[in-house]
């Protein structure tokens, strides 16, 4: 099976080389790379001259998902994978992602686990919060050694482990999926734009994880890092009246799907109240399904307190 590996570009001539590398020293070589140069300004065809495989294909700046999806379109593999320009893959990420994709051919979705390497260098694991879930699931096979599972809703993983479990670089879907149902990423978005991708494809299909960490994604280098955490407008929120009112979509992940923007808006209110906006923080609120969780209530008298003392509560949780 090939592999179509898509790393949209925009003003990363320091670190493009980077990634590049980290994917043509893939143990696994059935692959294509697929370069979106988003209206570079900063001279990467330096860069990209040195290389002969890559394809490159640039356009005028559209921002990052407009690049990603004229890779998409322009793939040719089975599978389509992604790789941001200030990030990289291990050796082995490939090979990892075809050994899922054997194993548990009925999904459509596959995805390994990864590291974060912090402003300071250090480097810290993605796969713990997933290491007891997976043990779990084999504990009758104690020696099976099994760290790779399928599940048929990632959107109960995130609200029960949190949304630390995925990363844009450890992405795979099948292209045969996205272009049947036209799925592409939200233009226009500036925030979030790639995981409202990956939950609704996740709202049909089934997803095969890998515990094994095969990609790096590097903070010091990004650039959502630098433009801020919380997004009050996030694109998959304003989905919702759709997904519950979809026939062909489960019942438990429509729940799931209710429990996950019930979690964005409580942390929206939470937000919005350290800002001084109560207004916002009290629109947030009455959005919410579940007024009967202690997250809910324990959010709202958060939201009744002076924003001084807000924002000194959140920075202290931070901490």
């Not at 260098?121 to 104690?142: D, F, Q, T």
Request: proline share 2%; hydrophobic share 40%; glycine share 4%.
């Amino acid at each position: 099976m090939k592999f179509s590996v898509i790393i949209p570009v925009y003003n990363k001539k320091d670190t493009l080389r980077r990634a590049l590398d980290s994917v043509l020293v893939q143990t696994y070589r059935n692959f294509e790379v697929i370069v979106v140069d988003d209206g570079s300004t900063d001279g990467i065809d330096e860069v990209l001259t040195c290389y002969r495989a890559p394809r490159v294909i640039h356009q005028k700046n559209g921002g990052v998902s407009v690049a990603r999806n004229t890779g998409i379109e322009a793939a040719t593999g089975d599978f389509v994978c992604f790789l941001d320009a200030d990030d990289r893959y291990e050796r082995h990420h490939l090979a990892t992602l075809n050994e899922l994709i054997e194993r548990y051919p009925e999904a459509d979705l596959f995805f390994s686990s990864y590291r974060i390497q912090d402003k300071n260098g250090a480097e810290y694991s993605s796969a713990g919060c997933l290491e007891e879930h997976v043990a779990s699931l084999y504990e009758k096979e104690p020696h099976a050694a099994r760290r790779d599972f399928m599940t048929d809703n990632v959107i109960d993983l995130l609200n029960r482990y949190s949304d630390a479990i995925w990363c844009t670089n450890a992405m795979c879907l099948r292209r045969r999926v996205l272009m049947d149902e036209g799925l592409r990423f939200a233009v226009g978005e500036r925030l979030g734009e790639d995981v409202d991708m990956w939950l609704r494809f996740s709202l049909r299909h089934k997803a095969a994880i890998s515990l094994e960490e095969t990609t790096i994604y590097i903070q010091a280098d990004s650039t959502a890092t630098k433009n801020g955490s919380q997004n009050h407008d996030w694109v998959f929120a304003r989905r919702e009246a759709q997904i519950l009112s979809a026939a062909d979509i489960r019942k438990d992940v429509k729940a799931g799907v209710c429990c996950l923007l019930d979690r964005y808006r409580l942390c929206c209110a939470r937000e919005a109240a350290a800002e001084g906006e109560k207004k916002k923080a009290r629109a947030f609120l009455s959005l919410i399904k579940n007024k009967h969780t202690r997250d809910y209530l324990a959010s709202a008298a958060f939201c009744l307190l002076p924003a001084p003392l807000c924002r000194f509560v959140l920075k202290r949780l931070e901490e």
